[in-house]
Antibody, heavy 120, light 107 residues
Framework: QVTLRESGPALVKPTQTLTLTCSFSGFSLNTGGMCVSWIRQPPGKALEWLALIDWSDDKYYTASLRARLTISKDTSRNQVVLTMTGMDPVDTATYFC????????????WGQGTAVTVSS | SYELTQPPSVSVAPGQTARITCGGDRIGRKSVFWYQQKPGQAPLLVIYNDKDRPSGIPERFSGSYSDNTATLTITGVEVGDEADYYCHVWDTSSDGVFGGGTRVTVL
């Protein structure tokens, strides 16, 4: 059974750096084609794709946030980490990680999401 | 940047057919994915590669494409289908792009 679970702080202050961890099981990021993406959803708004890392350690970022995002993986621990610098109240959202079975494929399994509020 | 356009809402009576559209420039050249999201839950993949259903998704969910518009059709809508639905493609610039979402209300 494939599962993903997001973890990280529920509250961060403006200008701080957010670090989120996606812990997964049931698949390996050493397997050819496998990817993990981060997607966020502000309260009452639409989904927004943020970043993707694939099995070969290639990384892709949404253009609008590329300067603030870093995605990395630890295959031995089955984890993917997203850092976002310069947090602002507009970054308040639920952050999801999701698996893709190929680059530019669907997100077939999602974590339950972790809510992050940016406030002083 | 690439944009996907969805109607904000669709209302349908139980047993009827709901059609949710997703428009984008040359969308026919891309694979379209559809997700269902119920309140407080993570999205669930219901259609991939334009028209294929993942295991466990009922046959009443189907996907199609015509005239620069992708469509998710729910035939014989049930009360449990009430949710937000999002389309998703990958842009040529490697960005993932979601539509604005469509709220399906079952009257």
């Amino acid at each position: 059974q494939v599962t993903l679970r997001e973890s990280g702080p529920a509250l961060v202050k403006p200008t701080q750096t957010l670090t989120l961890t996606c812990s997964f099981s049931g698949f390996s990021l050493n397997t050819g084609g496998m990817c993990v993406s981060w997607i966020r959803q502000p309260p009452g708004k639409a989904l927004e794709w943020l970043a993707l890392i694939d099995w070969s350690d290639d990384k892709y970022y949404t253009a609008s946030l590329r300067a603030r995002l870093t995605i990395s993986k630890d295959t031995s621990r089955n984890q993917v980490v997203l850092t976002m610098t310069g947090m602002d109240p507009v970054d308040t959202a639920t952050y999801f990680c999701a698996r893709g079975r190929g680059y530019k494929d669907a997100f077939d399994i999602w974590g339950q999401g972790t809510a992050v509020t940016v406030s002083s | 940047s690439y944009e996907l356009t969805q109607p904000p809402s669709v209302s349908v009576a139980p047993g009827q057919t709901a059609r949710i559209t997703c428009g984008g420039d040359r969308i026919g050249r891309k694979s379209v994915f559809w997700y269902q999201q119920k309140p407080g839950q993570a999205p669930l993949l219901v259609i991939y590669n334009d028209k294929d259903r993942p295991s466990g998704i009922p046959e009443r969910f189907s996907g199609s494409y015509s005239d620069n518009t992708a469509t998710l059709t729910i035939t014989g809508v049930e009360v449990g289908d009430e949710a937000d639905y999002y389309c998703h493609v990958w842009d040529t610039s490697s960005d993932g792009v979601f539509g604005g979402g469509t709220r399906v209300t079952v009257l």
